[in-house]
């Protein structure tokens, strides 16, 4: 659990944030990671002003979720293969964000 006060000039924001994860390490198979928050963020001033932006962290006013999730994986001595995946959730609606990375590792 973690309780934030911020303020910068007019703006003051105060956040609540509940978060739990989970790691899953296999061997020769890779590892695994997810990892879920909830916040409820109070933000008084202008919520459309890139200092807004910056406090909130991307996030809305309001009550706000985070679903992140990874794996990572060993393909054979020197590549290394990432997914990685973001879901928020908001007042906004919801959002998914996606990668996948080769990595050579010397």
Request: glycine letters at 10%; hydrophobic letters at 35%; one cysteine or more.
């Given at each position: 659990?973690?309780?934030?006060?911020?303020?910068?000039?007019?703006?003051?924001?105060?956040?609540?944030?509940?978060?739990?994860?989970?790691?899953?390490?296999?061997?020769?198979?890779?590892s695994?990671?997810?990892?879920?928050?909830?916040?409820?963020?109070?933000?008084?001033?202008?919520?459309?002003?890139?200092?807004?932006?910056?406090?909130?962290?991307?996030?809305?006013?309001?009550?706000?979720?985070?679903?992140?999730?990874?794996?990572?994986?060993?393909?054979?001595?020197?590549?290394?293969?990432d997914?990685?995946?973001?879901?928020?959730?908001?007042?906004?609606?919801?959002?998914?964000?996606?990668?996948?990375?080769?990595?050579?590792?010397?």
């Amino acid at each position: 659990y973690r309780w934030q006060r911020n303020e910068s000039g007019v703006e003051s924001l105060f956040a609540n944030s509940v978060e739990g994860e989970v790691t899953f390490r296999m061997p020769r198979q890779g590892s695994l990671n997810a990892k879920c928050r909830f916040e409820h963020l109070q933000f008084h001033g202008d919520s459309h002003t890139t200092v807004a932006y910056t406090m909130m962290e991307a996030l809305s006013d309001g009550p706000n979720g985070v679903l992140n999730g990874s794996y990572q994986v060993r393909l054979g001595e020197y590549l290394q293969l990432d997914f990685s995946y973001e879901g928020r959730l908001s007042t906004e609606g919801l959002r998914h964000t996606g990668m996948v990375t080769v990595k050579a590792v010397f």
